[in-house]
């Protein structure tokens, strides 16, 4: 194997454990169906949740300010609790 097909390995293998699925949310309070909705929109991970702006998440049909609060907040909860 060249040694950049090995770095480039050795990159991915200390990245995993990072990509958290969307899933894990559930246990913090948040609805299946609510995950259902992320999902059909396009967020099938924390980070994209994260990275997303609360006016953009506002425009999923079903989620008010409050629900797009409480989604927040699981999610700083789950990269809290990933990241120790």
Do not use: W
Request: some cysteine.
């Amino acid at each position: 194997m060249p040694a950049s097909a090995s770095a480039a390995a050795d990159e991915f293998d200390d990245d995993e454990g990072f990509i958290v699925d969307i899933d894990s949310i559930q246990s913090h309070g948040v609805g299946a169906a609510d995950i259902t909705k992320l999902k059909n929109n396009g967020y099938y991970t924390t980070a994209s949740v994260h990275s997303a702006t609360r006016r953009t998440l506002l425009k999923i049909k079903g989620f008010s300010e409050v629900k797009v609060d409480k989604i927040k907040e699981a999610i700083q909860k789950c990269q809290v609790r990933n990241s120790l």
